[in-house]
């Protein structure tokens, strides 16, 4: 089983960056496709942004896409999801994934799906506001 702590959340001005990242431990996540989940005030929870073993094929959701970037470092494992040019609308608890057990399948459609994923950090709030 494998545990997650998401850190790096915090208050912001519009168009910042942060970096929040996620700490993987009791396993190596370095096999596993893992993700980020967000869930806005009164919305349900919604993808973010996907990156596959490899680290070289992400996913993301259409409004974050060229504003934010997820990596990985397998060797510290670690998961993370740089912000740039945040807007207000990107105030959220921000959530990381692991899909252990391949339910994902590396799927274009399935790597956005949170039922594919088995394994959840906490969250950690981002709030952008000026």
């Known amino acids: 089983q494998v545990q997650l702590v998401a850190s790096g959340g915090g208050l912001v001005q519009p168009g910042d960056s942060l970096r929040i990242s996620c700490a993987a431990s009791?396993?190596?996540?370095?096999?596993?496709?893992m993700g980020w989940f967000r869930q806005r005030f009164g919305m349900p929870l919604e993808f973010v942004a996907a990156i596959r073993a490899e680290g070289d094929s992400m996913d993301y959701r259409d409004s974050v896409m060229g504003r934010f970037t997820i990596s990985r470092d397998n060797a510290k494992n670690t998961l993370y999801l740089q912000m740039n040019n945040l807007r207000p609308e990107d105030t959220a608890d921000y959530y990381c994934a692991a899909d252990t057990r391949g339910r994902t399948r590396g799927n274009d459609y399935y790597i956005r799906l949170d039922s594919r994923y088995d394994s959840w950090g906490q969250g950690t709030q981002v709030t952008v506001s000026s």
């Open positions: 009791g396993r190596t996540v370095s096999s596993t496709v």
